[in-house]
């Protein structure tokens, strides 16, 4: 039996040490970034934050909304090619593809018609041969294509990923969605904060990036990745159940509910391919959650939470979060006292 004995972290797990600081106003506090990446060589400017690929959030609703934030959004690959309208801006999508052989047709499809900037390679497990292979071969037909891939959640394998892959992204996190269920039914996973740090620390020194994926609940959680190394933050829960997210819209006894559901669960597999594979288990949560409205507040909270953070630790950019952030460990992060539905007044929606 092999065990590593040094403690992982979850961002629940840590604060951010507060510093002095000049700054005086979150106005002060720059969030987009500016990055180059390794293999595609594109430069790209926005706000380094990606709603994730399920058909629940990666939708073209969210999309436009988004875009006026510079803000990426991963359409989901459950749209038909027709689907796809001709003027969408590059610089803030994503398409998605699987890995298969009717992925990869499809794949060339879109990206002979939409001529994209990102692809988001996606499968649950990003430790197999084949992801790697399909990752190499889309690299050598498509040099200029920036490539985002995962999941992994290691640094040897984002090592891998952008050495022999030659990926640009890797997309880090296994098993902390908040509709995944994978620890649960496989006992898989690593705590999503150590991930930012361990992987984001090899995929500097190799002149790539990678995204969180997974475990962000609050705007806090956010910061956290982002000091914690992240170079982007993808995120799923916290864009689901908007005006611009897919799912059903439900009524129930006067309140408003959507649908939502992690794309392994067997509600989806049976949306998207004729129900479940006998030879697996679902790894995905169906839930309903409050109809939160227009994404644009959820949106602009989350900026007004980061921008507040550098504040409190004198970082005037995005990009000086890692340097600025010290973390520290506890047993609680707030006072939970009121914090029961009961003593809640004036709740939007």
């Not at 041969?129 to 984002?158: E, H």
């Not at 959680?221 to 799912?247: C, N, P, Q, R, Y």
């Not at 006067?254 to 594979?277: R, T």
């Not at 949106?299 to 939470?305: E, P």
Request: net charge neutral.
């Amino acid at each position: 039996m092999k065990i590593e004995n040094d403690t992982k972290l979850d961002f629940s797990d840590v604060l951010i040490k507060p510093k002095r600081s000049n700054l005086y106003s979150r106005s002060q506090v720059n969030l987009e970034r500016t990055f180059t990446f390794l293999h595609s060589k594109r430069k790209w400017t926005g706000i380094p934050l990606m709603v994730a690929n399920m058909d629940t959030t990666g939708t073209f609703e969210m999309y436009n909304s988004l875009k006026e934030y510079k803000i990426i959004t991963c359409l989901h690959k459950h749209y038909n090619l027709e689907d796809y309208p001709n003027n969408l801006d590059p610089n803030y999508y994503t398409i998605t593809t699987g890995i298969s052989d009717a992925d990869r047709t499809k794949l060339d499809s879109l990206i002979e018609k939409l001529n994209p900037y990102f692809v988001v390679v996606d499968i649950a497990n990003g430790y197999s041969d084949k992801f790697v292979l399909f990752c190499k071969k889309l690299r050598d037909d498509y040099p200029q294509l920036t490539i985002i891939a995962g999941n992994v959640a290691t640094s040897d394998m984002v090592q891998e990923l952008l050495i022999t892959a030659k990926v640009d992204v890797v997309k880090c996190g296994i098993g902390g969605g908040s509709v995944c269920s994978t620890r649960l039914k496989t006992g898989v996973g690593i705590p999503q904060l150590s991930v930012c740090g361990d992987c984001s620390e090899v995929a500097n020194g190799l002149d790539g990036h990678i995204v969180s994926d997974g475990g962000c609940k609050i705007p806090g959680d956010i910061a956290k990745a982002f000091g914690g190394g992240a170079h982007f933050v993808m995120l799923g829960g916290m864009m689901a159940g908007h005006t611009e997210s897919g799912g059903e819209l439900i009524e129930d006894n006067g309140k408003q509910y959507k649908m939502f559901y992690g794309m392994s669960s067997e509600y989806a597999q049976d949306k998207h391919n004729g129900g479940m594979a006998k030879y697996r288990s679902s790894e995905g949560k169906v839930k309903r959650i409050p109809y939160k409205g227009d994404v644009n507040n959820t949106v602009d909270d989350i900026l007004g939470g980061l921008r507040s953070t550098g504040t409190y630790m004198g970082a005037s950019r995005l990009k000086d979060f890692p340097k600025c952030c010290t973390f520290v460990k506890v047993n609680r992060q707030v006072n939970e006292v009121y914090s029961n539905s009961e003593y809640e007044i004036n709740k939007k929606n």
